[in-house]
């Protein structure tokens, strides 16, 4: 019987008491509502902006990479 308690503590880790766990889901409820009042939403675009312009800059890699990854295919094949 303690070897099955090892193995479920190791496979799904240790039970969480309930009582804890209902304070801090509360807990957490009120912090996530309060910074989703908070969003900068310039901050994300200038982030989203961001990924596009390294995006844009990657695709002549890609293009170079393309034909090396098609000729190991077919050594590999």
Avoid: C, W
């Avoid at 200038?46 to 050594?75: C, H, R, T, W, Y």
């Amino acid at each position: 019987m303690a070897q099955k308690d090892i193995f479920s503590a190791m496979m799904f880790g240790q039970p969480l008491e309930k009582e804890k766990s209902k304070e801090e889901a509360k807990e957490e409820r009120v912090e996530t509502s309060s910074s989703e009042k908070s969003i900068d939403y310039m901050h994300v675009m200038n982030q989203i902006g961001n990924i596009m312009n390294s995006i844009d800059e990657l695709k002549p890699v890609f293009k170079d990479v393309g034909p090396m990854i098609s000729a190991f295919k077919k050594k590999l094949s």
